[in-house]
């Protein structure tokens, strides 16, 4: 996702939406239980698009984002309670996947492969 607006890939949880107005990422994961179905939104604090920022839904499980700057992170689901951690450049736990490390700047392209998760 590389244009403001609303994300949600078929065969996941997720939607992702970043407003034009406020440049906000919202991540919510809706799941199902007993016969009903609810929310989780996730805003990423502080994260604000700027030039070259995209989000990037891997799977069911994971949610990547970049600024465009500084702010580059994985949203990640954990365990069968549906809980998320969110994962910076440093401790990722995962490879990137090419589609995010290629549109990655190069000092962020940069950092991500110091930290050996490539």
């Known amino acids: 996702m590389t244009q403001f607006g609303e994300l949600s890939p078929s065969g996941t949880s997720w939607t992702v939406r970043i407003s034009a107005t406020d440049r906000k990422l919202h991540i919510i994961r809706h799941y199902a239980g007993?016969?009903?179905?609810?929310?989780?939104?996730?805003?990423?604090e502080g994260w604000v698009a700027k030039e070259g920022w995209f989000a990037f839904v891997e799977n069911g499980e994971r949610v990547w984002a970049y600024d465009g700057d500084k702010d580059f992170f994985l949203l990640v689901e954990v365990g069968s309670n549906k809980g998320v951690a969110i994962r910076g450049p440093c401790d990722l736990a995962c490879p990137v996947p090419e589609e995010v490390l290629s549109k990655l700047s190069p000092a962020a392209r940069q950092l991500v492969e110091s930290h050996g998760q490539r």
Not at 34 to 44: G, I, M, R, V
Request: aromatic letters at 10%; glycine letters at 0%.
């Open 34 to 44: 007993e016969h009903w179905k609810s929310e989780a939104d996730t805003l990423k």
